[in-house]
Structure formats: C-alpha cells, structure tokens
C-alpha cells in the first residue's frame, strides 16, 4: 500500500504531531469524541494502522480526517473509507473536503464511519448531485457523572464467571456482530489483545461479551438468547465502564434509536444521549449497491 503524503487539501499527520492534534481536538468534546478517542486509542494502543490527515490551513480552518474509516471495506483500499472531525460551528471549512480529489475519490463509491450528524448533513448537501447515501443513525450516550453507588452484583459462581476474553473467542463474536460487514474478524483479535475485552461464561461457555473499540467506545455486548434476563448485560457494561474510566477514557456507546433496551440499560447507568452520530454509503449515481 502506497501512502499518500498530501493531497489537494491535507496533508499526512506526523508522528511527532499527533499529541498535539489530540490536544486541540479535546477542546471540542463531547462533539469530537469518537476522532478524539481514535486518535488516543491509536497513541497508546496501535491496534490498527490509522493515518491520520488535517487541512492544510489546520489549525485555523480545522478540518480533521483518518483513513481508513473502518477496518474492512470491499476492495480493502486504505482511502475507500474515512472519519471526519470538524467543529459544529466551523462546518463551512468542509468544503476542503468536499474539494478534495487525491485522498477522496468522490467518483467512486466511499464509505463514511459513525461520524456527527451535522457534518454528514453538510456532506449530503453537497452530495445531493453527484449520488446517494444509505445511512444508518446511532446515538451518543456519555457517561460523565457515573452513579456513586454502581457497584457490581454478584454473579452466581456456580452457573457464571467474569473472564477476560481471547483471541480464539474473536470469531464467535464477530459473526454476531451487527456490522461484521465494516469490520474484520483481525481488529476482534487485536482489540481482545490490547484492550478491555470481557466475557461472562456460563458452565464454561461464552454467554455475553463486551470490547472497549479502536474508538474508545464500549461496543458489540451482546448476550446470547438463550442466556438473557440474567443480568449478564448491565454486569458488564457497570464493569467496563469503571474499566474503562480507570484508563482515562471516557465511557460511551453509540446505540440504534430504536433500541430501547439498551438505552433503557445505560441510562440506569448515568449515560445521556448527547448527539447523533451518521455511519454512510457515498453512491454515486450509476453505481450499483454491493452485490447487485
């Protein structure tokens, strides 16, 4: 893979800049989380090669992007996909985006990771003329103000116990992953390496789990069906948000509007919904959807 050094607009992040870009983004938290986080995960962890690019007018139009966005895209091309940081109230300065076309191949179709709303409804406008986008919404839930009192309940150690996950439980998770398409069974393995990564096992089998990500957040817990309404689900999210805290991280989920439960869970846990974050296909008009 060839690494781009600049394009129109920006230009490759070095090494030896990036605590100060981190530095400059936290300014702008809760908005810059998800960047911010990559940008910190990526500084302490290195579980994914990312490379990260500002404007070339940076700091004073601040525009920030990392590529690739995701970890697996369809042609597995570093600049196929992205994430974007920009401040809310400085959207104008997406147009160094919108005209970039070494790094951003607007012809062809891109791939947007969870992103805040208001920069991809900027990009949609003036996308509007060259293709469509298939969208899909989660929301931002922070925990700033934990409860004093979240203390762990006991788990039963008959039928259940707390165990930090390995590497050969990657790909058991991944498939159940909801967007196992986006993201590879590799980063799984690495995250469990190097990151929080906990299970609850029942009799020895794994019952329900839970990753700190690549981007901070606290993300893919899921509870197999035949182990729900045990409370294994709020046991670990009360665990990897102390987990997570403890290493200077600030505890968050991204969670489908219309997931009840969930948001039903976290807010017993001190989470609020702080914005919307906008994961998008760019499809350019005759391009066919994946697989057609």
């Not at 909801?178 to 993201?183: C, I, S």
Request: charged letters at 25%; one cysteine or more.
């Amino acid at each position: 893979m060839e690494l781009v050094p600049e394009g129109k607009n920006f230009r490759l992040v070095q090494e030896e800049e990036l605590p100060e870009i981190l530095e400059f983004v936290e300014k702008y938290l809760p908005d810059s989380l998800k960047f911010h986080q990559t940008l910190k995960t990526y500084l302490n962890d290195r579980v994914w090669d990312f490379y990260f690019y500002v404007n070339k007018a940076w700091p004073e139009e601040p525009v920030a992007v990392h590529f690739p966005g995701m970890t697996l895209s369809p042609n597995g091309r570093t600049y196929e996909s992205f994430s974007v940081f920009c401040p809310s109230d400085e959207l104008d300065n997406l147009r160094q985006l919108q005209e970039e076309d070494v790094l951003v191949d607007w012809s062809q179709p891109i791939y947007l990771n969870f992103t805040h709303h208001k920069i991809l409804e900027r990009l949609e406008d003036y996308y509007e003329a060259i293709g469509t986008l298939e969208k899909v919404c989660g929301d931002v839930y922070v925990c700033s103000d934990p409860p004093v009192d979240m203390q762990l309940d006991e788990l039963c150690p008959e039928e259940a116990e707390l165990m930090q996950l390995k590497p050969q439980h990657a790909k058991a998770i991944h498939d159940l992953y909801p967007a196992n398409h986006m993201e590879c069974v590799e980063i799984f393995e690495k995250l469990i390496n190097a990151l929080p990564a906990y299970g609850i096992f029942s009799n020895g089998e794994l019952a329900a789990w839970m990753v700190q990500s690549y981007y901070g957040a606290m993300f893919s817990m899921q509870t197999r069906p035949e182990f729900r309404r045990k409370g294994y689900g709020i046991h670990l999210a009360k665990f990897l948000t102390n987990v997570v805290m403890s290493r200077g991280y600030i505890p968050f989920v991204v969670i489908r509007p219309e997931n009840d439960a969930s948001q039903s869970l976290y807010a017993k846990l001190g989470f609020e919904r702080h914005y919307q974050m906008v994961r998008a296909i760019f499809r350019p008009h005759g391009h066919k959807a994946d697989g057609d």
